[in-house]
């Protein structure tokens, strides 16, 4: 990989509620081993008080990595999961220190059940290195779109303030130095739905519009599911269809000097079995982008 590139790995890691965990924690290590990323965001990370963070797991088998880390989560609400030791969210690793980090609950639509509103939903935020990267986990039902469009809304919300200038409006002949956003996540939504067209700039919710790159749409080839039954035998124990519902975004790349937020390629990670054993009922993504000021 070129020295000005930033490699982006995503994955819904799966690591409470799917079953085998102990076997496919082996295989989440081996795909990065194997995909030598410069950034990582997992969603669907634990700790309680008698077991070590999941991400935290990984990070341990690749001491050579000299991975940074940093996870925030919640608990679920008690009648779901009675432990309140437990906490459940996202995790971002960098190849570089991590100089912030903010923990955002994501809100719902009203009214919401009673196990949608027991369910911690966040964005994650990472300062590393000059970059800003974000890891969510959105409503997850086919039919919670009402929810997910609430919850979009406030993560475009919430990176435009943290980033403020950093993404502003460009004028003719002005260059903007920073790199754009990195957004990732299992947003639980496919691109025809409002939400990810919002992202898009397809379409506007409540009055307003945003942009980010969607990084399959602009450099995958075919249609990138990521839980696909025929493929995946615990997408197949689930019963769900086949879709598209993780995402790697960056945002607008428009006049940033040296060519900053291009998005260079996006494929499919974690689709197939290097140990034997699938990684998650979610395939994951691997994406490069251009990033003229990547560290030494």
């Known amino acids: 990989m070129a020295s000005e590139r ?28 194997h995909l030598d990323p410069d950034i990582v965001c997992l969603q ?45 969210g996202s995790a971002v690793l960098s190849r570089w220190p991590i100089e912030a980090n903010a923990y955002h609950a994501l809100p719902l639509a009203e009214p919401a059940d009673a196990f949608v509103a027991s369910v911690p939903w966040e964005l994650v935020h990472v300062r590393t290195a000059g970059l800003d990267v974000y890891s969510c986990h959105l409503a997850a039902a086919p039919r919670d779109g009402y929810h997910r469009r609430v919850q979009v809304l406030a993560i475009d919300q919430l990176i435009a303030a943290q980033r403020g200038e950093l993404d502003g409006n460009v004028t003719p002949g002005q260059v903007r130095d920073a790199m ?36 399959w749409r602009v ?25 598209r519902i993780d995402y790697v975004f960056v945002g607008d790349p428009f006049q940033r000097r040296g060519g900053a937020g291009r998005v260079l390629a996006a494929q499919l990670a974690f689709h197939a079995p290097l140990t034997g054993r699938l990684a998650s009922d979610h395939a994951g993504l691997v994406v490069d982008i251009v990033w003229p000021d990547r560290p030494g």
């Not at 490699?7 to 924690?25: K, M």
């Not at 496919?190 to 969607?214: H, K, M, N, V």
């Not at 080839?221 to 615990?234: A, E, F, K, S, V």
Request: negative net charge; proline residues 7%; charged residues 20%.
């Open 219 to 243: 450099a995958g080839d075919g249609p990138g599911y990521t839980q696909d039954w025929r493929t995946n035998p615990i997408a197949a124990a689930l019963n769900v269809h086949r879709k």
């Open 44 to 88: 669907e990370i634990w700790q309680d008080g008698g077991t070590p963070n999941t991400a935290g797991w990984i990070v341990d088998r690749m001491p050579d990595a000299g991975w940074h880390w940093h996870f925030g989560g919640r608990p679920f609400g008690a009648h779901v999961w009675p432990d309140p030791s437990l906490d459940f």
């Open 180 to 215: 754009p956003a990195i957004l990732c996540g299992d947003f639980n939504a496919e691109p025809d739905s409002d939400e990810i067209r919002f992202l898009c700039s397809l379409t506007g919710l409540d009055g307003r519009t945003a942009f980010y790159q969607d990084a």
């Open 6 to 33: 930033l490699r982006v790995a995503q994955l819904n890691a799966g690591s409470l509620l799917e079953p085998g965990w102990d076997e496919r924690r082996h295989e989440v290590v081996a795909w990065l081993e």
